[in-house]
């Protein structure tokens, strides 16, 4: 917890004169932000967990007025003025929390009046987007295992025959003129493919993965190496590294190959990009964002604080793709299997963590939440 600033009587203290002594601790200890605006709309008090859903300190938001944070015609004042004239509670769902510095979707909003300070409204927000993208992952790991039984079968009624034609299409080759020579090469390399699809299947079983603490930079280090050698020679890259962060809890060659599918990703946005539009950039960022927690068996907690984020200036994701952005098979690329996101979330999973996706014209954005390294995990 956070130690509370002095109460202040004055406009622009944090704790009005009835949120004081056991009430503004136990405001304190909700995870669940909690402001008090007045009659005039300034902001009388916050709560901790308010901090880091505006991304502003304490402080700054007791000097604030609502209308600093949210634009003017948000349904948030409407609710604020319906609480005021009704004298009663009144509750919002799905309000979008938007302006330069904050960006929530799907917010429960209710107000309550305080009777002991009449036109000033009690205001707690509920986030349930995490809960959507936790739902998400769910979903996604069912995808997952469904597929991996789908490899196990593939590679006993499938893989062992291609052996069997790749081995006899092989012998051909050496036996028959050129222009049959040429067949029995593209039968050899059709079937190579089909193996190749069936092993990136299989990466989806559920074997277990060995994790060690890894440096989280050095990875993005090495798959911007590669990008800039490969696909991606052609685009800027810019880097926005908090250089303090902790290693993370994780498998370096797993990371690797989520990082690298999703910077690949974005190279290929960026290469439709059209002529006209903004040049082309891919940014790496990471970050420390403790409010993330996820419940794992046993009725244990674990804090996802390490965030990853992989951004294109790009056209952006259809409306009508992005809700099925990690099922296995979807794509809409013409050479695509539709099984790179659908892993990169598989693995995401099984390392505990977050995926998810933001993305409107011109930005899209990928965030990685994953757990980092604590003394109980760096015991043998």
């Known amino acids: 917890m956070r130690e509370s600033p002095s109460p202040s009587d004055g406009p622009g203290g944090c704790t009005p004169a009835n949120v004081t002594g056991n009430g503004r601790i136990v405001l304190d200890s909700l995870a669940l932000p909690v402001m008090v605006v007045r009659a005039d709309n300034s902001i009388g008090y916050v709560n901790s967990a308010a901090e880091p859903f505006f991304g502003m300190s304490r402080s700054y938001l007791a000097q604030s007025r609502l209308t600093d944070l949210l634009p003017a015609d948000n349904p948030v004042f409407m609710l604020m003025e319906q609480v005021r004239a009704q004298d009663h509670t009144v509750v919002e769902h799905e309000v979008t929390l938007e302006s330069p510095r904050l960006h929530h979707d799907g917010v429960t909003v209710q107000g309550a009046p305080m009777p002991e300070e009449p036109g000033s409204v009690v ?3 509920h986030d349930f987007s995490a809960v959507r993208v936790l739902d998400r992952q769910l979903t996604f790991r069912s995808a997952a295992r469904s597929v991996a039984g789908m490899a196990a079968i593939l590679a006993h009624e499938v893989k062992n025959p291609l052996s069997g034609i790749r081995g006899a299409a092989q012998l051909l080759e050496t036996s028959v003129g050129e222009s049959d020579r040429e067949l029995a090469v593209l039968i050899q390399d059709e079937v190579n493919r089909i193996r190749d699809l069936v092993d990136r299947m299989d990466m989806f079983s559920d074997r277990p993965i060995e994790r060690r603490p890894v440096n989280i930079h050095r990875v993005l280090e090495h798959v911007r190496r590669l990008a800039q050698q490969g696909f991606a020679a052609d685009i800027r890259f810019q880097e926005e590294y908090d250089p303090s962060l902790p290693p993370v809890w994780g498998n370096r060659d797993q990371l690797v190959q989520v990082l690298l599918n999703l910077v690949k990703n974005a190279a290929e946005a960026l290469h439709d990009h059209p ?56 794509t809409t690329k013409t050479t695509g299997s539709g099984l790179g996101l659908a892993l990169a979330g598989k693995i995401v999973g099984d390392h505990g963590g977050v995926i998810e996706v933001e993305s409107q ?3 899209t954005d990928v965030l990685l939440h994953l757990p980092v390294v604590t003394e ?5």
């Not at 403790?290 to 419940?295: E, M």
């Open 275 to 330: 002529a006209d539009a903004p040049a082309p950039v891919i940014t790496l960022t990471t970050g420390y964002r403790p409010g993330i927690w996820v419940s794992t068996g046993g009725g244990q907690r674990v804090q996802l604080p390490l965030l990853v984020s992989v951004r294109d200036n790009g056209p952006g994701i259809p409306d009508n793709i992005r809700p099925h952005l990690f099922e296995p098979f979807l």
């Open 123 to 125: 205001l707690t927000f």
């Open 361 to 363: 014209p011109g930005c």
């Open 376 to 380: 109980d995990r760096e015991t043998p």
